[in-house]
């Protein structure tokens, strides 16, 4: 399956985004969906995971209360609504797929990836 990451952008604070993460080639609706951050000299860490039905979803604490990880099976895309945007939040946003369905915060679970889409939020 391949996925194709879209929606980043330059924000001010306070700000909002909503990035979406397209699915070809296969259908999303076996997989635990998640996405990942990487910030400049840093290594890719978990945001948000969404279970295969969307019934359950996680989040890295610092995104708590204002990012909200929603996915439709139909459409065969997943989504990452963020609110309330701060600098630290600027990173390459990558979605990723876990075929198996099971619950993952590791990036080295995660069997495909998107292309990554850059967020940048200004003070």
Known sequence: VQLQA???GLMQAG???RLSCG????RISDYFMAW???A???????VAGISKSGDRTDYEDSVKDRFTISRDNAENTVYLQ????????TAV???GAERKGYRTTMDLAIDYW??????TVSS
Do not use: H, I
Not at 40 to 46: L, M
Not at 82 to 89: F, I, S, Y
């Open 93 to 95: 946003y990558y979605c």
């Open 40 to 46: 400049p000299g840093k290594e890719r860490k978990f």
């Open 15 to 17: 700000g909002s985004l």
């Open 36 to 38: 990942f951050r990487q």
């Open 23 to 26: 699915a070809s080639g296969g």
């Open 114 to 119: 998107g292309q990554g889409t850059q967020v």
């Open 6 to 8: 879209s929606g980043g």
């Open 82 to 89: 963020m609110n309330a945007l701060k600098p630290e939040d």
